[in-house]
């Protein structure tokens, strides 16, 4: 059996040391960054086990590196740590993509539980290729197609679509897709998804059949081929 690999996140130096002693002593191989550049470069180029991310590194911090890894299509489990206690900041670490939330100060035997849980978990393998009706995203190089022609899409463009697509055949709300494309000071009165959605349908669905977007009146949207 293979030595499980770890990637910790922590910038406070006496709780990394604390945390990395207490996981080699419990056979695993540690990786420590201690801000968000450096934990993006590493779980770029390292395949991890799972990822031990404190909220507040500097450099990106820990939600905006747990976005940063999601969006990259990666599905390795995130156990996220912090000083901070608060409902709100627990919610900002799981919308982010983490699997678990876990408030300092804690026991070491309790994150030792927890990533044993999401170690046994595993990660879901989550494909870069999405197909839905005559529609192809290749979310690595973000690449999209249709009926074998290229569609040149904007940034935000892109990530509404793949949101979407990710979603295919359920309704997905504009607060889901203002959490997955644009940050927390998004205004939520504005009408620029139902812009982008409008342009979306412009390139996507123009004067194909069937549509691929779809309105759900005072619900959201569902991407599916009628």
């Given at each position: ?49 799972a ?8 450099d ?45 100060p ?16 595993g ?14 995203i ?8 249709i ?13 509404v ?25 998004f ?24 549509k ?15």
């Amino acid at each position: 059996m293979s030595v499980m690999r770890i990637l910790l996140v922590e910038d406070d130096e006496d709780v990394a040391r604390f945390i990395r002693k207490g996981l080699v002593e419990n056979a695993y191989a540690v990786d420590v960054a201690d801000d968000g550049e450096q934990a993006l470069e590493l779980a770029g180029t390292t395949s991890y086990d799972a990822i031990v991310l404190d909220l507040l590194i500097p450099d990106p911090d820990g939600v905006a590196v747990c976005r940063s890894v999601r969006a990259d299509g990666s599905s390795v489990p995130i156990l996220m740590l912090t000083a901070r206690g608060s409902v709100d900041d627990k919610i900002a670490g799981l919308d982010a993509g983490a699997d678990d939330y876990l408030a300092k100060p804690f026991e070491f035997g309790e994150l030792l539980a927890r990533m044993r849980a999401l170690l046994r978990r595993g990660p879901v393998a989550v494909s870069s290729q999405i197909v839905v009706g005559e529609l192809e995203i290749d979310t690595r190089s973000h690449r999209v197609n249709i009926e074998g022609q290229p569609l040149m899409l904007t940034t935000k463009e892109y990530a509404v679509l793949e949101h979407l697509a990710r979603n295919a055949g359920r309704i997905v709300t504009r607060e889901e897709i203002a959490e997955h494309v644009w940050n927390e000071e998004f205004d939520p009165f504005t009408n620029l998804i139902e812009v982008y959605i409008g342009r979306l349908r412009r390139i996507v669905d123009r004067d194909r059949m069937p549509k691929l977007i779809h309105t759900i009146r005072g619900s959201g949207y569902i991407f599916e081929a009628r």
